[in-house]
């Protein structure tokens, strides 16, 4: 008896492991912007832009645009470039943090802030050059005073025309190294101002198009652009709303992307180390056990997210939690998902409320049309326009702006959570 019950006991301390085996704290899901992912899906076409287009023609001294990076919430916008920023990193790049300008807040203060920090990085303080120590002083100023310190009697440049001279200093100083500069400016839609956002982008753009002459080996001197890289992302309101205030060399500065929700594919190959080869998480011991997911719960996760970053994660941390044993069943998914209906809700509700009147009045009779049946005749007589060219702006920044809906024949929802939610009972799956 004696020998059983302590068997007995042995066994029950290993089932204990067993069930043990999933954890808050080495949840692989991470839900929310501004963070990289442990469980990464899709995006290979921007990846691939850094890797083999951007970084090789910086570092060749060709000049190369900005990127903006436009999107509705959840579509992982930030993660991306937070995702390249540390891929930069690791290569010894000198990156920024992500520069988040809430509403309000002067951007060229901020952005000074963050440039002095590349400067020290660079080691330009340590130098002995008169004119650079100018140059830094100027700029401590702007990041003290922001753009107000251009309405003053100053001494000294403008404060975008500081903050260039200063980028171009450090842009010299990456040369040297053989590295690229990186920058990333977030919620970019929140320069309401039309003199700030000018500075801005003025700053930016001419520190990424400015030539510096450098000495080649046996070439000689040269001229060449800076390793200066520039990543802008924000809401689609950026290009909506101020694209007057721009100017006309923007486009010509920057290349747009409008990010669109993941093809499904994309997520299963996310997901496939699962059921492959199982992920890795420590246990008490010191040792590794493995995670595994059936195929049936990669499906349910790919079927509950609708090609959605945010709601990819969701679905995937509540799965986790749904059980504790080293496999994630579809009946895991669907009940952690049952926990995470109205938070699904709300992000599609925070997109919608967004919308102009008339462009969610578009929405909503495209949804109520047969999906044979969505062209733009349709869609304009059933959302009470007088006339379908009146509804042609409207369906155009759907489509252009927004990344919302795809002006084909027929018309389509390129968003398909917005789709589900305004033609189901998605996210309620019963």
């Known amino acids: 008896m004696l020998l059983k019950t302590d068997n007995f006991t042995k066994h029950t301390h290993r089932t204990d492991k067993l069930i043990s085996v999933r954890s808050a704290v080495n949840n692989p899901f991470q839900p929310g912007s501004d963070v990289v992912p442990a469980i990464w899906a899709g995006r290979t076409g921007q ?34 470039v937070r995702r390249i920023a540390d891929e930069a ?40 050059e008169q004119r650079v120590a100018g140059l830094l002083g100027r700029v401590q100023s702007v990041a003290a005073s922001g753009v107000s310190l251009g309405l003053r009697e100053v001494d000294g440049p403008e404060p975008h025309a500081a903050l260039t001279e200063l980028l171009v200093e450090i842009g010299r100083a990456a040369i040297a190294r053989g590295n690229v500069v990186l920058i990333h400016l977030d919620e970019i839609q929140n320069i309401a101002d039309a003199r700030a956002l000018s ?37 689609p309101e950026f290009d909506d709303a101020t694209g007057a ?28 180390p699962f059921v492959v080869s199982g992920w890795e998480v420590a246990d008490d011991n010191g040792g590794v056990r493995l995670v595994r997911m059936e195929p049936d719960a990669v499906e349910a996760i790919v079927e509950i997210c609708r090609g959605e970053p945010f709601l990819f994660q969701l679905a ?68 009470g ?15 252009r702006v927004r990344g919302i809906i795809e002006r084909g024949k027929p018309y389509s929802f390129r968003h398909r959570a917005v789709e589900a939610f305004l033609t189901s009972d998605w996210p309620d799956i019963g």
Do not use: C, N
Not at 53 to 61: E, M, T
């Open 385 to 399: 326009f007088d006339k379908p060219t009146d509804a042609g702006p409207v369906s155009q920044r759907l489509d």
């Open 316 to 383: 995937g941390e509540r799965a986790w939690y749904a059980g504790s044993g080293d496999l994630i069943t579809r009946e895991e998914v669907l009940r952690g998902w049952r926990g995470a209906q109205a938070e699904a809700t709300s992000h599609v509700e925070r997109i919608l409320v967004r919308l102009p009147q008339r462009e969610l009045e578009f929405l909503q009779a495209m949804a109520k049309l047969p999906s044979g049946e969505r062209v733009l005749t349709r869609i304009a007589a059933e959302a």
């Open 245 to 272: 205030r721009k100017g006309a060399t923007f486009t010509r500065r920057f290349k747009t992307t409008t990010l669109a929700p993941i093809d499904d594919d994309d997520l299963r190959s996310a997901l496939q």
């Open 199 to 235: 500075q801005v982008l003025i700053a930016l753009g001419d520190a990424i198009t400015r030539k510096v002459e450098v000495e080649v080996p046996v070439v000689g001197l040269i001229d060449r652009s800076l390793p200066i890289a520039v990543y802008l992302t924000g809401l």
């Open 47 to 80: 990846l691939s832009d850094w890797r083999d287009v951007l970084r090789p023609r910086l570092v060749a001294g060709l000049f190369e645009r900005g990127r903006t990076v436009l999107g509705e919430p959840g579509l992982g916008k930030s993660s991306l």
């Open 89 to 128: 990193e690791r290569r010894g790049d000198w990156v920024t943090p992500q520069i988040r300008l809430p509403l309000g807040v002067d951007p060229v203060k901020r952005i000074a802030a963050e440039t002095l920090k590349l400067a020290d990085k660079a080691g330009l303080a340590t130098g002995r």
